[in-house]
């Protein structure tokens, strides 16, 4: 296991985003409910953050509830706005601790209105911090996003307000909730599955991945320095050859 030695400061991620997954099962294996998985995760998300925070990552993306968990039973859905609630309330003075600014991105228009309000208050008593930002991805998927997008492409285009000619990459990047957001450097899933699941499918297209064997609730800031130390040691090409990367170094 890797400590905040091991890494070298002049290189780490500017965004890192994190699957957190395995609560569920993670329950499962001691017996209990799921959502007694979700609960113990909160201190997995406390360490990620702090990690974040020492390293002086400038983003750091939890993907918390995605609208495909709409789905899922209701008492687990219940159960889960009413921790996510309790969560924001008490980890609101760590944030403030850390000098972490938090910022939502998803459809929240579908949350509980008590969600909403704990989550804009947080979101109020941390806006003036200037060291890492958390986004926490709630009733989000990236189709969801793109469609999304679409729809305001497609207005403006009637409107006149854009040609087909003017859109590029850029012109789509500004239509994404994450217009203001670097994409991630890297991206972390827990939970032993190798796949992202309808997360920020723009976003990754350069991303480098690291998947991870142990279930959420029992990652610590010496995995998330693991993560980082792994991706310190790989080469990001961007569609260049190898040898190219090393001329320019």
């Not at 590029?168 to 909730?177: C, P, Q």
Request: proline share 2%; net charge negative; with cysteine.
């Amino acid at each position: 296991m890797k400590t905040i030695n091991d890494i070298d400061l002049e290189n780490v991620p500017r965004h890192v985003a994190i699957i957190m997954d395995g609560n569920g099962r993670w329950a499962q294996r001691q017996d209990k409910i799921r959502l007694f998985g979700h609960q113990s995760a909160i201190q997995a998300v406390r360490d990620a953050v702090e990690a974040a925070a020492r390293l002086q990552v400038g983003y750091i993306t939890l993907y918390t509830f995605s609208t495909e968990n709409w789905n899922r039973p209701k008492d687990e859905v219940d159960g889960l706005m009413h921790l996510m609630i309790k969560a924001v309330e008490e980890e609101t003075s760590t944030l403030m601790k850390n000098n972490v600014r938090l910022i939502t991105i998803g459809d929240l228009d579908r949350l509980p209105q008590a969600s909403r309000q704990s989550m804009q208050q947080c979101i109020n008593a941390t806006a003036s911090n200037t060291g890492t930002t958390l986004v926490l991805a709630l009733s989000y998927s990236a189709r969801w996003e793109m469609a999304e997008a679409l729809k305001k492409v497609v207005a403006d285009a009637a409107a006149g307000r854009l040609k087909a000619e003017d859109v590029n990459e850029e012109t789509m990047r500004n239509y994404l909730v994450t217009r203001d957001i670097p994409d991630p450097d890297l991206l972390i899933r827990t939970g032993g599955e190798q796949r992202i699941s309808n997360f920020l499918l723009w976003q990754l297209a350069y991303t480098e991945f690291c998947f991870m064997d142990l279930l959420w609730p029992d990652f610590r800031q010496g995995d998330f320095y693991q993560a980082v130390f792994d991706y310190q040691h790989r080469q990001r090409r961007f569609g260049k050859t190898g040898q190219q990367v090393e001329a320019e170094q």
